[in-house]
């Protein structure tokens, strides 16, 4: 006899008894109005974390329009899986489990989801006792404990891309909440995609004018979620992905990838053998800034002299402000006529053609990276006024600048 020949309460009673070999999961079981109808839980306190989060609530809107499951990321590092059973292709009854969780939790983290919780203040200490209990599944693992719940139901087989993956994080993107993105342990990821691509589009382009948005990027994003801010092993894992985008980035800037990848291993490995935190920070800074130099080396070594490509720097250090051909002559020790000869002879480009150039890669990064306004930027970089600026962009970049920050800001919402 197949499984799926059974009633649908004796197929998760036969799939509750071998989870149960690994360890408790909670199952809870509710009817279309949010009715908890029955749970192998012995009291009630998980689900009020459950509907006080708003996830019960997002679970009845799902399963009225969606027959995937629903997977929802609570804040805390809690996860709940939904999977909806039908008659007739309408929903009956929802059948969830959890709550699990990827990661270890804090104290911190433990303590925020009681005080929001909407429960009497006695009832504090035993919330705690129970969320300290939650079973550690990673998310893979949690993915397929929901796909072999919806099979049980539902006589599907689904793959982990047919979950629908939904975080509070998330839900306050789509619906505009910056506000609730702002608060403590709210990460704004718009903000930190924006960040990274400028990061990897200086690597990339061997931009030594990188100290600024580096120091950003701390503010921005507090790198991977371990469950706790600010230890040793966030800041380690955050490093390690950091080197691995950094090597990529390079290679794209020219690098080869034997040469990128051998020095990646080597400051991952670095990062590896860390015993502080100002130790890792100290990598990733020593390694950004040697994966720079690398492209920068790569780019203009073979071709320019060593007196052209320091030429080349300084105009890149100083693009936040007004660059003469007089100020890189006197730089070089040459006299004008002579420094505008020697750099269109190697780098076949006038002075004032390659100092629009490295201006415009500038604005592109602080279009990218910041919150300034088109006139802010024109200010900034020197251009005189903001149809100069407007038009020196469009003739390099091919798009004028709103234009720009608007195209890029729609690939992140794509």
């Not at 929001?116 to 300290?132: D, T």
């Not at 950003?216 to 966030?234: I, N």
């Amino acid at each position: 006899m197949s499984l799926l020949s059974l009633p649908v309460d004796e197929r998760l009673e036969y799939l509750q008894d071998i989870l149960s070999c690994s360890g408790t999961m909670y199952t809870w079981t509710y009817d279309t109005k949010g009715k908890l109808l029955k749970t192998n839980c012995e009291d009630l306190l998980l689900d009020k974390i459950f509907s006080s989060a708003g996830f019960k609530e997002k679970m009845l809107r799902h399963v009225e329009e969606h027959t995937e499951p629903l997977v929802q990321s609570h804040t805390a590092g809690l996860l709940w899986g939904a999977v909806s059973e039908r008659k007739d292709g309408v929903p009956v009854r929802i059948h969830v489990y959890g709550p699990v969780t990827p990661i270890d939790l804090s104290e911190d983290r433990i303590n925020k989801t009681v005080r929001n919780a909407q429960i009497p203040p006695r009832w504090r200490p035993k919330l705690i006792r129970k969320l300290q209990q939650i079973p550690l599944y990673s998310l893979s693992d949690f993915f397929r404990q929901i796909l072999i719940l919806h099979y049980c139901v539902t006589g599907e087989k689904l793959m982990t891309a047919d979950i629908a993956f939904r975080s509070e994080e998330l839900d306050n993107a789509l619906t505009g909440d910056s506000a609730k993105q702002d608060l403590p342990g709210g990460r704004d990821r718009t903000k930190t995609w924006k960040i990274e691509q400028a990061l990897m589009n200086m690597v990339s382009q061997g931009d030594l004018n990188y100290k600024e948005i580096l120091s950003k990027a701390g503010l921005v994003s507090k790198g991977v979620d371990m469950g706790t801010t600010g230890t040793l092993e966030q800041v380690r894992v955050t490093q390690i992905v950091f080197i691995s985008l950094c090597t990529r980035a390079a290679i794209k800037g020219g690098v080869l990838p034997e040469e990128a990848y051998t020095r990646g291993d080597a400051y991952i490995r670095d990062a590896m053998s860390c015993r502080t935190i100002a130790d890792l920070a100290n990598i990733g800074h020593g390694m950004y800034e040697d994966f720079i130099r690398m492209v920068r080396k790569r780019k203009y070594s073979q071709t320019y002299s060593k007196q052209i490509q320091d030429c080349c720097d300084y105009i890149q250090l100083h693009s936040d402000g007004k660059v003469s051909i007089s100020d890189v002559a006197n730089f070089a020790g040459y006299t004008d006529y002579y420094f505008s000869r020697k750099f269109k002879e190697e780098t076949g480009k006038s002075v004032q053609q390659y100092i629009k150039e490295v201006k415009v890669e500038r604005a592109k990064t602080l279009l990218l990276s910041t919150d300034l306004s088109i006139q802010e930027i024109s200010d900034r970089l020197s251009f005189g006024s903001r149809s100069h600026f407007a038009e020196s962009f469009r003739e390099i970049a091919g798009i004028p600048p709103a234009a720009y920050r608007a195209s890029e800001t729609r690939e992140d919402t794509h």
